[in-house]
């Protein structure tokens, strides 16, 4: 997955690629590279690492005028065909010379192609299938004779897989070819000028008016602000519709924090807040997407959840919740795994997709999936108008604001209380929750907020434990009940940001085979506090220090049984156990922030990694 981005217009088009491909590296930074288009010809540059190392090499080498041009696109990359270097990096050059690409999916069949192309005497310099696919549209358009845009529209028909791409002619820099099949594409346009790109962050300094490029669409933009959409199948001229985007730009700025995830976990009293807003009022909970299919929910045999990552944490939590309050069966899974067996889905049951993109290519899939075995198809994300969000038959957003940084926070605190909303009503609507267990669960809901920003206030401790372990090379992080869940995400979050390994597991398993990595150099992190199974969580905590490990336990302010046995504790506010993960996952996304700075390391942007995964 990658980030591309666009601009034809009057402006000088480096700047705004440049600093457009910044706001897109969450999507890719492995390598980077743009090409500026002036009349006859175009400059292009490309490196590895990041749109940082690009700016870079182009500003010690490359000459003003050499980057001046209105007609521009930039690309950057998360590598999947071939590995991070200069020549896989985008853009992609035709064997003419005359062709110049940028192109965000997987192209499936591109080794069939290559193979043909290479027969009829196509030269490949790259490891890419992109490659493949700009001298694709240099023979059709040659041997038919073609203008560029249905050279497009013939190859992307012989395309198997996804993609978002767009393509300039050296001779014709006043015109941009785009298409989308699977991979989002966003438009951008105003009185002269047309910005394209992989979300609309990047151009909303100069237009909030963005068309949203549908699966199978095409767009030929022409200097001359002409606008043609078609249809890659049949060429149908098709009338574009666009929206007006409203957003605030503070919330995509760090806002005088070092890193967007640390800004995104202190956002959290306020996204939750944001979460539940409209939603919950006293004793009532309203949501739209539920209230018009309540007999579906109603009459639900069983409900099954797919997702990835920290999404399927959520999941997870989701699990318990829907099964404690609403008395339906429920099954949590991998959105990867469940795409490729058969699962048993029959008409009553009811599907939930998460995610925090909308685009997590596993989850769309799984979605698909499910729709087409006629199972009603409830989603939960966070992206406004993102492909799940389109396609589902009903949902939620989770209403948590762009999230930067690679590391899921903000999101995954808001799709547990989209969860939570969601299990609560249901088991309302079912009759399967006590009248005072809900309005009790429901005023604590409320009261979320102002507990995670106390949460939020251990910055001391999670300093002194940081740099007492920032060294070691192992963790493990253990949760009962509702909180094993927080456990796999504690883990999750470390390894992905600080590099450091760290395995999350119900707490009681230890015992059967991970007790034996216990020693005095191990860390253990323990969620601790008074719940159905604290009395169980001691007897682990007694087990560890019977081998010596060092115990960091996530425990209730005032604690003092865990307190005495502990080498380190951190606080968090009393509350239900059923909405112990919303504060107890605080530290560990705290712990893992700090660990990874103390190391040095890039929070946001953990190597090998992208914010979606828009590849199976
Ligand atoms: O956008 P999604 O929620 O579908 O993304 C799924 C995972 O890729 C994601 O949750 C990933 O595990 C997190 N970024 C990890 O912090």
């Given amino acids: 997955m990658c980030g591309i981005i666009g601009y034809l217009g009057y402006r000088e088009a480096y700047p705004i690629i440049i600093n457009g491909l910044k706001k897109l590296e969450y999507r890719g930074y492995d390598s980077s590279g743009i090409a500026i288009f002036y009349d006859g010809g175009y400059n292009l540059y490309k490196t590895i690492g990041s749109v940082y190392e690009l700016e870079k090499k182009i500003s010690y080498n490359i000459k003003i005028d050499e980057k001046k041009g209105t007609t521009g696109i930039g690309h950057t990359r998360w590598a999947t065909h071939g590995i991070p270097n200069d020549i896989n990096a985008h853009p992609h050059v035709s064997n003419s010379n005359e062709l110049i690409l940028i192109h965000n999916g997987i192209i499936e069949n591109y080794h069939a192609i290559k193979i043909f192309l290479s027969k009829k005497g196509f030269i490949f310099n790259s490891k890419t ?11 059709i358009k040659n041997e038919n004779q073609l203008s560029l845009e249905e050279a497009v529209r013939i190859s992307l028909n012989e395309i198997i897989g996804a993609y978002s791409i767009a393509i300039v002619e050296k001779s014709h820099p006043e015109r941009i070819v785009i298409a989308k099949l699977g991979s989002p594409l966003a438009l951008g346009i ?29 767009a030929i933009l022409k200097r001359n602000h ?48 944001d979460t539940l807003r409209g939603r919950l009022s006293n004793e009532l909970i309203c949501i739209e997407g539920i209230e018009s299919n309540i007999d579906r929910f109603i009459n639900a045999k069983s409900i099954t959840i797919v997702a990835c990552g920290t999404s399927w944490h959520a999941s997870l939590i989701g699990e318990y919740l829907l099964e404690d309050f609403a008395k339906v069966p429920v099954e949590v899974e991998y959105a990867s795994e469940f795409r490729y067996r058969n699962p048993i ?43 799940l969000a389109r396609n589902v038959d009903a949902g939620m957003y989770t209403h948590a604001g762009p999230e930067i940084g690679v590391a899921s926070t ?13 299990a609560l009503k ?23 907020p102002e507990k995670v920003r106390i949460t939020l206030k251990i910055d001391n401790i999670i300093d002194t434990i940081s740099r007492n372990y920032h060294n070691v090379e192992n963790f493990i992080y253990l949760g009962r009940g509702i909180n094993f869940p927080v456990a796999l995400e504690g883990a999750l979050k470390l390894k992905e940001i600080s590099y450091i390994h760290a395995e999350g597991y119900p707490a ?12 005095e150099k191990m860390p253990v992190v323990i969620i601790a506090t008074q719940n159905s199974v604290y009395e169980k969580i001691i007897g682990n905590i007694q087990e560890i220090k019977a081998r010596k490990g060092k115990i960091i336990a996530i425990v209730n302010k005032g604690d003092f049984q865990v307190s005495m046995l502990a080498d380190h504790i951190i606080e968090i506010p009393t509350i239900s156990e059923e909405l112990s993960p919303l504060l107890t996952v605080l530290p560990l996304q705290l712990l893992a922030y700090k660990l990874a700075y103390i190391r040095g390391k890039n929070v946001d942007q953990p190597r ?9």
Avoid: W
């Fill in 190 to 218: 105003n009185d002269k000028e047309f910005f394209i790109a992989s979300d609309p962050i990047p151009f909303l300094n100069y237009t909030r008016n963005v068309l949203d490029l549908k699966d199978g669409e095409m």
């Fill in 410 to 422: 903000k999101s995954f605190t808001a799709q547990i209380t989209v969860l939570f909303l969601l």
């Fill in 508 to 519: 009681a398993e230890m015992k059967h085979g991970p007790i034996a990595l216990i020693d």
């Fill in 608 to 616: 090998n990694l992208a914010k979606s995964v828009t590849v199976e």
């Fill in 345 to 387: 889905i029959e008409e009553q049951d009811i599907v939930i997709v998460i995610s925090q993109s909308g685009e997590t290519a596993d989850t769309i899939a799984a979605l698909k999936l499910a729709k087409a075995k006629g199972a009603f198809v409830f989603g939960i994300c966070n992206v406004v108008g993102s492909f």
């Fill in 426 to 448: 249901i088991g309302k609507q079912r009759s399967k929750i006590t009248h005072d267990r809900y309005k009790l669960l429901c005023k604590e809901l409320g009261s979320i």
């Fill in 226 to 273: 002409e606008l043609d959409l078609r249809k890659i199948t049949n060429n149908h001229k098709l009338s574009p519709s666009i929206r007006e985007l409203h957003i605030n730009l503070k919330q995509i700025e760090k806002g005088g924090y070092k890193y967007f995830m640390l800004k995104e976990i202190h956002e959290q009293p306020k996204t939750i807040f």
């Fill in 129 to 139: 299938d992109t490659e493949v696919l700009v001298n694709l549209i240099e023979y």
